[in-house]
């Protein structure tokens, strides 16, 4: 119960990552917020294939756990040109991953490219009408290194800062997805050894498990306009389409 403390004992320093791994995160996953079924959820995401290539434990984990994702994505993705295809991949992914299609959002209101800049408050008033709009009461988003640096990644965070500052009382709950050092980002499920090591208290893991992996591939693969030969490399071996870590935002 997630109310109640555990106390794990073992006999040798390496015992906990050797034996006891999986029930550890499992009850640090119960105990988080993040998978409460009572509530509704929010995901936001900068471009069409960041759910897949980021987000695809968390998100089926809660849907797993039958809390309502809703994801907004705030570009279409149209860099070079291929907003309108990028919009059905998106959509096409989404429902693999099981996801409502009513549930699930492309606007093409931000340009997206690493030199635009995204206004904080512009995002802000997005967030918030579709907080309003799908009563989640849990936003999920990018820390502020963005995963893999984009600024229109970072842009999201940026705003549900200027948010937090400017909502006094918020009526939700923040968490950023950790961008782990380049050195543990392609580890696969090998980095859950450095996760557990370097986790801290008010960090929340998600581990897939293989099934979800392949969930995740696969709804990778409507992204075609996407699948170039660099993109496989990150789906193979990217620790973030097997393991999410979740922090709160300050
Ligand atoms: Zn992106």
């Known amino acids: 119960s997630a109310s109640d403390n555990a106390l794990l004992v073992i006999s040798h320093p390496d015992d906990e990552c050797l034996f006891f791994a999986p029930t550890i995160l499992a009850l640090l996953e119960k ?14 995401i900068s471009h069409p294939d960041d ?33 309108e295809k990028r919009i059905l991949e ?6 693999k991953l099981g ?15 690493p030199n635009r800049t995204w206004s904080s408050e512009e995002i802000s008033e997005v967030l918030l009408e579709y907080l309003s709009k799908s009563k989640s009461k849990v936003l999920l988003t990018f820390d502020e290194s963005g995963i893999s640096g984009h600024p229109n990644h970072i842009a999201v965070n940026s705003a549900v800062k200027f948010m937090m500052k400017r909502t006094l009382s ?17 580890l696969q ?43 496989w490399l990150i789906v193979a071996f990217s620790r973030n389409m097997l393991i999410n870590t979740w922090s709160t935002v300050e």
């Open 31 to 44: 105990k988080a917020k993040i998978l409460s079924a009572s509530d509704n959820a929010l995901l936001v």
């Open 51 to 83: 759910e897949c290539l980021f987000f695809a434990p968390t998100i089926l984990a809660l849907l797993e756990k039958k809390v309502t994702v809703h994801v907004v994505c705030l570009s279409s993705g149209n860099y070079y040109g291929q907003g």
């Open 90 to 95: 998106f959509h096409s992914s989404c429902l």
């Open 99 to 113: 996801l409502q299609h009513s549930n699930v959002h492309c606007l093409t209101k931000f340009h997206d490219g």
């Open 170 to 186: 918020a009526s939700f709950t923040p968490f950023v997805l950790e961008t782990v050092p380049i050195v543990r980002k392609y």
């Open 189 to 231: 499920i090998f980095d859950i050894i450095p996760t557990i090591i370097f986790l801290n208290q008010s960090q929340v893991v998600v581990l897939s498990s293989f099934a979800d992996y392949f969930k995740a591939v696969s709804a990778m693969q409507c992204h075609r306009t996407q699948l170039v030969w660099f993109r």
